[in-house]
Nanobody, 124 residues
Framework: QVQLVESGGGLVQAGDSLRLSCAAS????????MGWFRQAPGKEREFVAA????????NYADSVKDRFTISRGSAKNTTYLQMNSLKPEDTALYYC?????????????????WGQGTQVTVSS
């Protein structure tokens, strides 16, 4: 199995920045793609960003493009989400996800492994 642990969430004001981290452990050879999803109260879990194994290919939701940046650590079993110009509508529980895939999927059903989530709250 693969375990994913997120960190870095918190309470910030609109316009601030946060950096989320996700560390994978266990059978990490099963991981090719790592991604971030988020879920606000009363809403579906939605795709935020994902990155390929080598880091050369990324996907972003339109709502975060040009504000968020996903990256991969040198050890490949970590991923980061740099979030700039945060808005109140970015408030959600942010989940790290991973899957052994040659593509970089944007649907939650495509991912096999999930973390417990880290809360991001943006005040206006």
């Amino acid at each position: 199995q693969v375990q994913l642990v997120e960190s870095g969430g918190g309470l910030v004001q609109a316009g601030d920045s946060l950096r989320l981290s996700c560390a994978a452990s266990g059978r990490t050879f099963n991981i090719y793609v790592m991604g971030w999803f988020r879920q606000a109260p009363g809403k579906e879990r939605e795709f935020v960003a994902a990155i390929s194994w080598g880091g050369g290919y990324t996907n972003y939701a339109d709502s975060v493009k040009d504000r968020f940046t996903i990256s991969r650590g040198s050890a490949k079993n970590t991923t980061y989400l740099q979030m700039n110009s945060l808005k109140p509508e970015d408030t959600a529980l942010y989940y790290c996800a991973a899957v052994r895939s040659s593509a970089v999927p944007t649907t939650k059903g495509a991912y096999d492994y999930w973390g417990q989530g880290t809360q991001v709250t943006v005040s206006s």
